[in-house]
């Protein structure tokens, strides 16, 4: 699925702080798992998952990125 990097980080953001995380991978269409939120300097994100096929993958996205990406 196509999104902007702003897209993801504004998603991830607007988790941030709350304890209840239901619908937090509602965005995403394909099965992933293990998947972890770093936190990197200059107020970006990194997001690690593993892949359908068992690869690791790594997604850093900003407040401000217009790139769209394949995504997951």
Do not use: C, W
Request: charged residues 40%; without cysteine; glycine residues 6%.
């Amino acid at each position: 699925m196509k999104i902007k990097r702003s897209e993801i980080y504004a998603h991830v953001k607007s988790y941030e702080g709350k304890t209840d995380m239901n619908g937090f991978l509602d965005f995403i269409d394909t099965p992933i798992r293990e998947l972890r939120v770093i936190k990197l300097p200059d107020d970006r994100i990194r997001l690690r998952y593993i892949d359908q096929h068992n690869n690791i993958q790594r997604v850093d996205v900003g407040a401000d990125e217009g790139e769209e990406i394949e995504f997951p």
